[in-house]
């Protein structure tokens, strides 16, 4: 009989040993899985967020190379109106610098050709008259040139 009592006290201290490891390392383990899941879904919710953010940034960067190149054509297009109204005043440059020489070279010729005229040119103006020309050079008044009658 000692010997079935010392074997039923073994087997109930050992029985609740094991059973208690045996239910602590089934909750460790649930435990553990537990924490892998939420890390898990943590992680994947992390992608999905960059994911988004990625998503969006690409939008935003099309929409702004978009405007980037509408801006782009439209300096292309100013850029090119101002050459061709570069060329055109060139252009009316060079006629009017011809145009200048040709009646510098009228004056000369007249000058040589007409006593009278080189006479008359090379008197000075009468008084007044050359300020009254310059300030309307400058911008001034245009009803301050008059005939020296008045």
Not at 75 to 82: D, G, M, N, P, Y
Not at 93 to 116: C, F, G, H, I, Y
């Amino acid at each position: 009989m000692g010997k079935l009592i010392f074997s039923w006290i073994f087997k109930t201290v050992v029985g609740r040993w094991v059973t208690a490891i045996v239910v602590t390392s089934l909750l460790g383990g649930l435990a553990l899985k537990w924490h892998n899941f939420k890390e898990d879904l943590v992680h994947k919710g992390q992608q999905v967020c960059v994911q988004e953010i990625n998503k969006q940034t690409v939008v935003d960067l099309q929409n702004a190379l978009a405007a980037e190149r509408a801006t782009v054509t439209r300096l292309q297009e100013l850029a090119t109106a101002a050459a061709q109204e570069n060329e055109d005043a060139r252009n009316r440059r060079l006629a009017l610098e011809t145009q200048v020489t040709s009646l510098q070279k009228q004056m000369e010729d007249q000058r040589n050709a007409d006593p009278e005229y080189k006479e008359w040119s090379d008197a000075p103006l009468p008084s007044g008259v050359a300020a009254r020309l310059r300030n309307q050079a400058a911008g001034g008044n245009p009803s301050a040139i008059r005939d020296d009658d008045s």
